[in-house]
């Protein structure tokens, strides 16, 4: 059951996110409206971008970032008392912020991947792709407390593959890289 509670939550984490980030965005621009066009809020609108497109949703991220861009359009150039010559003028504003704001999404998701690669070189084995040590010791980790907390034997056995034992063992384990 609670698996089956964990996935729905999993399920509903997105739309969660983008609740929580629509919500944001009303409130900064509220918070522009309320102190006027002196008082600049532009930095903020970037958290609720930086956010879902922290979390991988490319989809909602664009929306938000078009609500940022809209939202400031309205609150600020529009509705803010500013005198502009032409209509053009917070049209062409608006394109720009959006335009930072697509900008800063593909900087924090290639960030973000940055990481994961790196987390995930890591766990693995440059040579095989296999789980290292460390891999494996966290593997290992997360299965015995499930097998724990299910009250379920494990079992566990270790292949010498070509007799890589001897080699480690006589030569040292950098010795049994090189092989390859």
């Known amino acids: 059951m609670l698996q089956s509670i964990n996935r729905h939550l999993e ?3 997105p739309l969660m996110i983008f609740i929580g980030c629509f919500l944001l965005i009303g409130m900064l ?4 409206c309320l102190t006027g066009y002196e008082a600049s809020f532009s930095i903020f609108y970037v958290i609720p971008i930086a956010i879902t ?3 991988g949703q490319r989809h909602c991220t664009t929306v938000i970032s078009v609500l940022s861009a809209m939202t400031w359009l309205l609150f600020i150039d529009l509705l803010g008392g500013h005198a502009y010559s032409s209509l053009c003028i917070p049209l062409w504003n ?19 991947n940055h990481i994961q690669q790196g987390e995930k070189s890591s766990r693995t084995d440059a040579l095989t792709g296999t789980n290292n040590s460390r891999g494996f010791q966290e593997w290992l980790a997360h299965y015995l ?6 009250n379920h034997p494990l079992a566990l056995g270790s292949p010498d593959l070509d007799n890589f ?9 950098s010795a049994g890289t090189k092989c390859f």
Do not use: E, P
């Open 94 to 112: 608006t394109l720009v912020r959006f335009g930072f704001f697509i900008i800063t999404l593909k900087l924090l998701q290639s960030f973000r």
């Open 53 to 55: 497109g922290w979390h």
């Open 165 to 173: 034992k001897y080699v480690n063992d006589a030569l040292g384990h």
């Open 11 to 13: 399920a509903a984490r």
């Open 29 to 32: 621009g509220l918070l522009d």
């Open 145 to 150: 407390s499930v097998f724990k907390r299910l």
